[in-house]
């Protein structure tokens, strides 16, 4: 069986049968259950109608389940209800089942493992790669995401926020595992877009075509990490970047700004940029500056300070860095909470000359670093200034 098809299919029918009165959770093992018998069956006699096929099959587990539980009496009406096997009428039920799957009641982690298991259409075994974690850990989380929104009312949903932060973890998740989440996070919100006519969903469709445009020159062929201004724009995917800046474009039309929009903004400048001598950091600090206004996020305003610190040298770099640290409770003691902040404090203290800082910090950054490509970098970074090397 196609798994083009399956990923199709899934959304649509998982829909049907929570809008009939299943809960999510009986419904989502009952579709599961249909397609374990599509992939027997479908190779040797396929169906006409593949989503009608899917409806009836998957109905009737769920009805089957539900006689063989406590809840029987209150479920016996619905059997006159079972759908006709003939052609299933096309209704995209896939935009409830993102707002269902990003409730607010479900952890980050949780809504986004159950996201990518009931419409991205992965199996829990692709995601427990993805994110490289034990199949059994990754079946448990699953589990007790269903469960949770299980007794949430189908018109009590997530909100437009929710899900597109879903969609951004997922995304940031980035290129682990057997399943590309970058590419998986491209796909879902691309369904998204066509389903709802919002700003900020196309802005965070721009960002992320616009981030991954970048994809093949993030790494060396030693799996190492390439640093945006060391990367080969020659090799950056000029199609995607078109694209996501015409989706930008229009998104900024329509005068209603919000924080995915504005970090599209910042990536559609470097990405714009023939060399990154050529960056424009004055109007990539102004929009730091409407993104600072829209989240008050410390993120936001540690990657301004990288900004300011190359639009206007490493000493505003640094004191923009302090202003931050001022308003951080905790940072001044035991190292800064911030991830990246040794990072950034220790670029631009190697800029402004003062190396044996910058080395400090550099090794203190590695220390912190999320992953193994970005410590290997820093350590390698520390090294350089400790053995007085050039950049």
Request: aromatic letters at 6%; charged letters at 25%; a negative charge.
């Amino acid at each position: 069986m196609n798994e083009a098809l399956i990923r199709s299919l899934t959304p649509g029918v998982l829909g049907v049968l929570v809008r009939r009165g299943a809960d999510f959770a009986a419904a989502e093992d009952a579709v599961q259950d249909a397609l374990i018998e599509a992939v027997r069956g479908w190779p040797a006699d396929p169906p006409r109608d593949a989503k009608g096929w899917l409806t009836t099959v998957a109905w009737r587990k769920f009805l089957d389940a539900t006689r063989a539980d406590a809840a029987r009496r209150r479920r016996e009406d619905l059997v006159e209800e079972e759908p006709a096997s003939g052609p299933t009428a096309s209704v995209d039920d896939t935009l409830q089942l993102y707002f269902l799957c990003a409730h607010p009641s479900l952890t980050p982690s949780s809504a986004v493992a159950l996201t990518l298991r009931a419409v991205g259409g992965l199996t829990t075994r692709q995601i427990a790669q993805a994110y490289l974690v034990p199949e059994a850990t990754m079946a448990q989380r699953i589990s007790r995401a269903k469960r949770t929104v299980s007794g949430v009312r189908f018109d009590q949903p997530g909100d437009v926020a929710t899900v597109l932060r879903v969609l951004y973890l997922v995304f940031n998740e980035g290129y682990s595992g057997d399943v590309d989440l970058a590419a998986e996070a491209i796909r879902l919100t691309r369904q998204l877009a066509t389903a709802i006519d919002h700003p900020e969903v196309a802005g965070l469709l721009a960002l992320m075509l616009l981030h991954h445009a970048r994809r093949a020159t993030r790494t060396a062929p030693d799996g190492s990490l390439v640093p945006l201004a060391e990367q080969d724009r020659s090799r950056w995917d000029t199609k995607a970047i078109a694209e996501g800046v015409e989706i930008l474009q229009a998104a900024l039309a329509r005068d209603r700004l919000g924080e995915f929009q504005a970090q599209a903004a910042i990536a559609a400048l470097h990405a714009d940029a023939p060399t990154a001598e050529e960056t424009d950091w004055v109007q990539i600090v102004e929009w730091y500056d409407e993104l600072a206004g829209l989240t008050d996020s410390p993120v936001v305003r540690l990657n301004r300070a990288v900004a300011v610190g190359e639009a206007d040298g490493p000493r505003a770099g640094l004191a923009a860095l302090a202003e931050l640290d001022a308003s951080s409770p905790g940072s001044s003691s035991g190292g800064h909470p911030l991830p990246r902040h040794a990072a950034v404090a220790a670029y631009l203290h190697e800029r402004d000359g003062d190396l044996a800082t910058a080395a400090r910090l550099y090794a203190e950054a590695a220390h912190k670093a999320a992953n193994l490509a970005e410590r290997d970098y820093l350590t390698r970074q520390a090294a350089r200034l400790n053995t007085g090397r050039p950049h």
